[in-house]
């Protein structure tokens, strides 16, 4: 079965402290794995997608990167306004449905 | 592109009655999700349309949801008899077939009391 696992649940981090969040997938044949950030009361907001293994993405402070197992998304130097639950999705070529994970909730305090 | 439409944004509704959550896709995309949201499950896929032919609805929970695709741009869920666990957020997304991201409504939030 297909599943997307991410950790942590949550994480607290000082302004300009880096760190990194994991999001773990078996999805058969994946065709991309995609991130999102989410504000409350909000749907989620796109930020990257990676197809292949050892592909990057970056934005302003973002990089996310992924491997055959797990993708990471690299936050550096974040500021209160990164502070969102952020989510990860893989797609599968068989199926075409994007599977998510429970989420990171990321908080950062100033 | 406005975006993916739903609405309402909120909806309280008394057990039993019928609840209808609509969305308008993004134009020219021809994938359609439904999922709900809840902070036990996280985003739970309910049922995929792609060319407004539903493909997978393995995720609807019970015969009370049911979901309608008549037109490229709108879509219904509906929940009939509605009960107090089906208390989430649902989301409408689409995409453009072939593994290109998927966009995101703002969400219902759906209260059953």
């Known amino acids: 079965e297909d599943q997307v696992t991410q950790s942590p649940e949550a994480l607290r981090l000082q302004e300009g402290e880096s760190s990194s969040l994991n999001c773990s997938y078996t999805v058969s044949g994946l065709r991309g794995l995609f991130w999102y950030r989410q504000d409350p009361g909000k749907g989620p907001e796109f930020l990257f997608t990676l197809y292949s293994a050892g592909e990057e993405k970056e934005k302003e402070r973002l990089k996310a990167t992924l491997t055959k197992k797990e993708s990471f998304l690299h936050i550096t130097a974040p500021k209160p306004e990164d502070s969102a639950t952020y989510l990860c999705?893989?797609?599968?070529?068989?199926?075409?449905?994007?599977?998510f994970g429970t989420g990171t909730r990321l908080k950062v305090l100033a | 592109d406005a975006g993916v439409i739903q609405s309402p944004r909120h909806e309280v509704t008394e057990m039993g009655q019928e609840v209808t959550l609509r969305c308008k896709p993004i134009?020219?995309?021809?994938?359609l999700f439904w999922y709900r949201q809840t902070m036990m499950r996280g985003l739970e896929l309910l049922i995929y349309f792609n060319n407004n032919v539903p493909i997978d609805d393995s995720g609807m929970p019970e015969d009370r949801f049911s979901a309608k695709m008549p037109n490229a741009s709108f879509s219904t869920l509906k929940i009939q008899p509605s009960e107090p666990r089906d208390s989430a957020v649902y989301f409408c997304?689409?995409?453009?077939?072939?593994?290109?991201?998927?966009?995101f409504g703002q969400g219902t939030r759906l209260t059953v009391v």
């Open positions: 997304a689409s995409s453009k077939t072939g593994g290109t991201e998927a966009f």
């Open positions: 999705a893989g797609l599968s070529s068989g199926t075409y449905k994007y599977i």
């Open positions: 134009s020219g995309h021809n994938s």
